[in-house]
Each structure stands twice: as C-alpha cells, then as structure tokens.
C-alpha cells in the first residue's frame, strides 16, 4: 500500500466538516484503511468527496446511501458500531 496515500485519507477522514463524521470516518480509518484493498480504497475515497451532511444522513439512516457507496458505508458502521 502507498503510505502516502493512506496517510492523506486518515487526514480527510479525521478533519471532516463535522464532528460526527469525524468520530465515523476518523476511527474506521485508523483501524481498517491497510487491510482495504485499491479497489476498495478507491471507493472509500470517492465516499470521501461528498458533503458531511449527506455522509451522515446516509450513515444514521435518515436516507438512503448511493447504491455504488452504499456497500462502503454499511461495512463502515459495522466496524465503528459500540
């Protein structure tokens, strides 16, 4: 894995506009991003690229995710679910 490219997305994912998506994203990154595959990395860093507001509704379950991110952001509040 390019460790360039992993430290650049633990960055965005732990200074997101809010703090919740910061408390989602941050901890998930830290814990998962290595074991990501490219394939998977790529779409964790398009999932990236949207606006906090609609990350969050789409991760408390207020709407419904994009189908192409949805997979991403379910595996992603397993991991981080208490």
């Known amino acids: 894995m390019e460790d360039a490219r992993l430290k650049r997305l633990r960055i965005r994912s732990w200074r997101r506009g809010t703090k919740e998506m910061d408390l989602i994203l941050g901890p998930f990154s830290d814990a998962h991003l290595a074991d990501l595959s490219e394939e998977d990395l ?14 969050y509704q789409w991760a408390s379950g207020q709407a419904a995710a994009p189908e192409a991110l949805a997979g991403m952001l379910d595996r992603i509040m397993r991991a981080v679910a208490p």
């Open 42 to 55: 790529d779409l964790y860093e398009r999932l990236l690229e949207e606006n906090d507001q609609d990350l």
